[in-house]
């Protein structure tokens, strides 16, 4: 699926669950209550109208704003599937560690890479993933889907930062 299609896809989404919840508006030229879901989100007026819109898809940390706040699941609101009941996790599957512990961790495992000055950005934004994705209540594909859509995120910051600086 091309990016522009899955932006236009959420936005679907999300305007038709906005007028399902009653948040329209004959004063917006997209007939929703932008103002609202901006609230809810906890972004800008013209953020959230361009999410209505479709011209772009929230960050990561938004989407479960948005979702709980009309009463839906963060993997529905993002691609379209049916709500999924979370599998029952056996104990010795799951790993709990303090967050300051793992920073530690991922900071002394940095020796093993090539050398980086952003070696504790990276480890930083390596946890924010794991604490993000531990905390998201969706099934393992959709956890993965988010933690891909993230690290795509990165990436292009990364290419568009690199190209300003050359």
């Not at 772009?56 to 940390?61: F, N, T």
């Not at 699941?73 to 010795?92: M, T």
């Not at 890479?113 to 952003?118: G, H, K, T």
Request: charged residues 20%.
């Amino acid at each position: 699926m091309v990016r522009a299609d899955f932006v236009n896809n959420f936005s679907k989404r999300l305007n038709t669950l906005l007028q399902k919840k009653g948040y329209t508006s004959t004063r917006s030229k997209a007939g929703i209550q932008i103002h609202q879901l901006a609230q809810a989100a906890g972004v800008s007026y013209q953020m959230a109208r361009k999410y209505i819109l479709g011209m772009a898809l929230p960050d990561y940390h938004i989407v479960p704003k948005i979702a709980k706040w009309l009463n839906v699941s963060p993997s529905w609101l993002l691609f379209g599937e049916k709500e999924f009941a979370l599998p029952e996790l056996k104990p010795s599957s799951l790993i709990e560690i303090d967050i300051e512990l793992l920073r530690y961790i991922l900071n002394k495992c940095t020796v093993l890479f090539p050398p980086s000055s952003e070696s504790e950005k990276i480890a930083n934004y390596i946890v924010g993933i794991i604490y993000d994705a531990s905390h998201l209540n969706a099934d393992t594909k959709t956890i993965l889907k988010i933690i891909d859509m993230m690290l795509s995120s990165a990436f292009q910051l990364t290419e568009i930062n690199l190209e300003k600086r050359a």
